[in-house]
């Protein structure tokens, strides 16, 4: 049976480094280190082989088996009371569990027949969260994200994407036009989806193994430094009001084409 | 200029009818009003001719001539302090308009050679939403919904909509299995998505004018007996964990589908 040590203090220097990394994009920048709250995400992150530093849990799921099977895997396990884990949730209805884990400092493997989706600057969690799911349901390679969008590592964008950005491989791109147009230049093809200005409707493509397609940001669509790097500019043909359109959406229907 | 009374206290009648209106949907159901926020939301019910019963405005909205606009056709218009509107408001940033509308009685008109997407029990607000938006973004010709859904004229839909639920034909299918049983008597062409036991992939089906496709509810997905009704169970195929394609991502293909 995994020990706990009780804290019962929010000033305590632990609850509140949770809070920091939690909340802070640039303090998980630096320590490394993220946060995951629920079961089904910590259990998620053990299963997939991610570094957990620590676990906190309220008494009420301290008799549940997997959360004691993943407990038995941590070094640093603390109980702490409901109320104080209302504090340090992220959550309007905590489950009592939350794990600070290790962000993985080494990129996945990068295939250069695989086929991928590219998000530009997005910023909106739910966004980020929905896009790595149905890439995960579709079988995509992976996820390139560029450094000006939305942290993968936040809570908000792990709960929205059910763990899928715990499954599939996440690409973080410092430099996301110079590293595009070093794909491309290794034979990779290039799709920016845009809204106008395209090149082709994307019916009319054949995606071959080896491609990336870029979604752009919210507001703004992709740039045009990277649309200048895609070999094509390509869209869906809307019959009803364009602006409707949310990116997830628009992203799903570009990964079934991708991938049909 | 249109005229507007202060209220001061929060156990004014017209302030709790605020209140009971945008929480319960049986008093939008026994009231047949619905409670709209936010400047977009309240223009788009505006410029889409609904009925406007009663406008609650702060100080800082009121020189802003859409808002004059809208008031100037309203007959009761309040002006409350910000600090009352965040206590009725529904949202984390309250934008100071809030407009309680009333719900239309007459069902838009139905047209057999249309192609409709019907939720089955959809029970998430931010599903309901999106699913509208690319509902419209593909010019469908409108959203079938069954009783038993989440309300499409709850706050949190209609934010999550966009406004296009007011822009759209919904149509609330209170025998959702009969009505769809007369639409294919009538014949329209009835599809059921599903995950297991289809009888055709999407890709295959030459979708006609005089559709319906259902997308059933998030965790049962569309019902035997409704399954029973659809002249073909169509799906989408998978190469990863179809269990995390949303059904918002999974309407976002079908629609694309159905329009292409």
Redesign the interface.
């Known amino acids: 049976m995994p020990e706990f040590v009780c804290i019962n203090s929010r000033d305590n220097e632990k609850i509140k480094e949770v809070v920091r990394i939690s909340s802070s994009p640039k303090h998980r920048k630096t320590s490394g280190l993220f946060v995951l709250e629920g079961l089904r995400l910590c259990i998620d992150a053990y299963r997939n082989g991610y570094k957990i530093e620590k676990v906190f849990i309220t008494d009420e799921v301290s008799k549940n088996p997997l959360v004691i099977e993943l407990a038995s895997s941590v070094n640093s396990c603390f109980k702490i009371s409901a109320d104080l884990f209302n504090k340090i949730s992220d959550t309007k209805s905590p489950q009592g569990i939350l794990c600070v884990c290790r962000i993985p400092t080494q990129q996945p493997q990068f295939n250069l027949k695989g086929r991928y989706i590219a998000l530009e600057n997005i910023q909106d969690p739910?966004n980020l969260g929905?896009i790595a799911?149905?890439?995960?349901?579709?079988?995509?390679s992976g996820i390139i994200i560029s450094d000006s969008g939305c942290d993968p590592f936040s809570p908000k964008v792990m709960r929205a994407s059910?763990g899928?950005l715990l499954?599939i491989p996440v690409f973080n791109f410092s430099d996301f036009a110079d590293s595009l147009q070093k794909l491309s230049d290794e034979g990779m093809s290039i799709y920016a989806t845009v809204v106008d200005g395209f090149d082709a409707c994307v019916?009319d493509v054949d995606f071959c193994p080896g491609t990336v397609v870029i979604m752009g940001n919210e507001a703004n669509g992709v740039s045009d430094v990277v649309r200048g790097i895609a070999k094509q500019k390509i869209t869906?043909?809307?019959?009803?009001?364009?602006?409707?359109?949310?990116v997830?959406?628009?992203a799903?229907?570009f990964i079934?084409e991708m991938?049909?």
Chains 1, 2 share one sequence.
């Open positions: 739910s929905a799911r149905t890439a995960e349901a579709f079988g995509l059910m899928a499954r019916s869906l043909p809307m019959t009803g009001r364009a602006e409707s359109l949310n997830a959406a628009a799903a229907i079934w991938t049909r």
